[in-house]
C-alpha cells in the first residue's frame, strides 16, 4: 500500500495480483463525466403584481394577533387604504381591522394570524406587501390616522 498526497488530499493505494498499477488506474477514471440537469427557471412565467397585493379579512385566523402598518392613505372621503408588510397565505392572512373612531383620530388596527388549513404546513420566510381598504362610519376630515398595533 502507497500513500500519495494530491492537491491536499491523502490519497491510498492498495495492490491486488493480477492487473498492472496503469490498467487499474484507467479503470478508476469514468470515461466521460456524469450529465448534470438543466438548471430550473425561478423567474415567474407572468408579469409580477405591480403595488401592493389587495387583501380582506378572512375571519377565521388562528393565532391572531396585531400588525402594524406602513401606511394610510385617503382614498375617499369615508375610506382609507391601509398598506403593511406581511407573510403569504394561507400562513399569514387578514383576520380582521379594528377601527375606533373619535372627533380628533381614527386609530385602525389591524389583525392577522393562520388560516386554519395551514395549521400543519411549512411556510416559507418571504415579505410581501400588502393593503386593505376600511369604510369609516363619518368623513375622515382633519382626523389623524393613527396606527393601533403601535
Known amino acids: 500500500m502507497t500513500a500519495t498526497l494530491l492537491a491536499g488530499c491523502l ?7 493480477g492487473a498492472a498499477p496503469a490498467e487499474r488506474a484507467s479503470t478508476a477514471v469514468p470515461a466521460k463525466p456524469p450529465a448534470v440537469a438543466e438548471p430550473v427557471a425561478t423567474t415567474p412565467t407572468t408579469s409580477p403584481r405591480k403595488g401592493p397585493e389587495p387583501v380582506k379579512p378572512t375571519g377565521n385566523a388562528i393565532n391572531v394577533h396585531k400588525v402594524r402598518w406602513t401606511k394610510a392613505k385617503a382614498v375617499s372621503k369615508r375610506k382609507v387604504q391601509l398598506t403593511w408588510w406581511s407573510g403569504v397565505a394561507p400562513c399569514t392572512v387578514l383576520d380582521h381591522v379594528k377601527v375606533k373612531e373619535t372627533a380628533k383620530r381614527v386609530t ?9 388549513k395551514a395549521r400543519n404546513v411549512s411556510c416559507i420566510m418571504i415579505a410581501i406587501e400588502k393593503t386593505t381598504t376600511v369604510t369609516l362610519k363619518k368623513p375622515i376630515g382633519k382626523r389623524q390616522v393613527v396606527d393601533g398595533a403601535k
Open 108 to 116: 385602525v388596527t389591524l389583525y392577522e394570524g393562520t388560516a386554519p
Open 11 to 17: 490519497v491510498l493505494a492498495t495492490s491486488c495480483a
